[in-house]
Nanobody, 124 residues
Framework: QVQLAESGGGLVQAGGSLRLSCAGS????????MGWFRQAPGKEREFVAASTWSNGRTYYTDSVKGRFTISRDIAKNTVFLQMSSLKPEDTAEYYC?????????????????WGQGTQVTVSS
């Protein structure tokens, strides 16, 4: 069973930065593709960023390109989401997810395991 745990959320002013962390077992980060998703109140969960193990590529939704960076530290068994120039519309619960050989990194259904989420609130 793969277990994931997010941390690092909080309240920040617009223009500020936060770094989210997703800690998991070593096996998770040796073979799994990792994604970050978010869900705002009353909205569906949406793709934010992903990091694929097989080819080392990263993917971002258009609204966060140039502001967010996904990275992984195998030695620390952790995936990070560095968020900068935050906007009020980035306010949401953020979830990390893991899947094997993910075909569509932007699809929720591609991932088998999810963390419990961490809240990010950006004030204007």
């Amino acid at each position: 069973q793969v277990q994931l745990a997010e941390s690092g959320g909080g309240l920040v002013q617009a223009g500020g930065s936060l770094r989210l962390s997703c800690a998991g077992s070593r096996r998770t980060f040796s073979t799994y593709d990792m994604g970050w998703f978010r869900q705002a109140p009353g909205k569906e969960r949406e793709f934010v960023a992903a990091s694929t193990w097989s080819n080392g590529r990263t993917y971002y939704t258009d609204s966060v390109k140039g502001r967010f960076t996904i990275s992984r530290d195998i030695a620390k068994n952790t995936v990070f989401l560095q968020m900068s120039s935050l906007k009020p519309e980035d306010t949401a619960e953020y979830y990390c997810a893991a899947g094997l050989s993910v075909v569509n990194v932007r699809s929720l259904g591609s991932y088998n395991y999810w963390g419990q989420g961490t809240q990010v609130t950006v004030s204007s």
